[in-house]
T-cell receptor, first 118, second 114 residues
Framework: GAGVSQSPRYKVAKRGQDVALRCDPI?????LFWYQQALGQGPEFLTYFQNEAQLDKSGLPSDRFFAERPEGSVSTLKIQRTQQEDSAVYLC????????????????FGSGTQLSVL | QQQVKQSPQSLIVQKGGISIINCAYENTAFDYFPWYQQFPGKGPALLIA?????SEKKEGRFTISFNKSAKQFSLHIMDSQPGDSATYFC?????????????FGAGTQVVVTP
């Protein structure tokens, strides 16, 4: 597709359930980022992939959060045993350049998955 | 610890007016300052960005002003239009070698009235 695609668009989970959020980056983009955006706040970095390698996961809030990108394209963010504080919009972004390159590049964001934990 | 502080939280401006949003940062290692625009239900989109070696950058009706000594930068939206109604975020990466790991401000909701 022309842009970053995320699915599902909305997800409602009962507390304690596991959820999986999918991101389809722009074709050929080597860098993929996950961000979490709480209501009324700016996005917060979660994790970064360069191709299939997860090079930075310093923003993941707990070991209940897990991300993968096994073939260097589609990525999945998994949250185990969801809690109410996990309710947020999860944004995926991609870029054609490595995230640790010496130049600043443009991030292309998807529309996000809005997760509500009841 | 929020390293990019943005103000105001919201503002209302009449069509044709000027919208001004300010950001202050603490980390002197920041060397790239993008502004993102976000419409409801959409992801942020890069609007304009500046490096600290220049004091001002203009793209159409959008201008970034940068004050390195004060560690502040601002976004000016000239001749504001109803279509500019959105939330605006300033941001900065903690280091050049991690440009995608942006630290965002809390956002400013701009409403442009007809």
């Amino acid at each position: 597709g022309a842009g970053v695609s995320q699915s599902p668009r909305y997800k409602v989970a009962k507390r304690g359930q596991d959820v999986a959020l999918r991101c389809d980056p722009i074709s050929g983009h080597v860098s993929l980022f996950w961000y979490q955006q709480a209501l009324g706040q700016g996005p917060e970095f979660l994790t970064y992939f360069q191709n299939e390698a997860q090079l930075d996961k310093s923003g993941l809030p707990s070991d209940r959060f897990f991300a993968e990108r096994p073939e260097g394209s589609v990525s999945t963010l998994k949250i185990q045993r969801t809690q109410q504080e996990d309710s947020a919009v999860y944004l995926c972004a991609s870029s054609s350049r490595p995230g640790h390159s010496g130049t600043n590049e443009k991030l292309f964001f998807g529309s996000g998955t809005q997760l509500s934990v009841l | 610890q929020q390293q990019v502080k943005q103000s105001p939280q919201s503002l209302i401006v009449q069509k044709g007016g000027i919208s001004i949003i300010n950001c202050a940062y603490e980390n002197t290692a920041f060397d790239y300052f993008p502004w993102y625009q976000q419409f409801p239900g959409k992801g942020p989109a890069l609007l304009i960005a500046i490096r600290p070696d220049v004091s001002e950058k203009k793209e159409g009706r959008f201008t970034i002003s940068f004050n390195k000594s004060a560690k502040q930068f601002s976004l000016h939206i000239m001749d504001s239009q109803p279509g500019d109604s959105a939330t605006y975020f300033c941001a900065a990466p903690p280091a050049t070698d991690s440009w995608g790991k942006l630290q965002f401000g809390a956002g400013t909701q701009v409403v442009v009235t007809p």
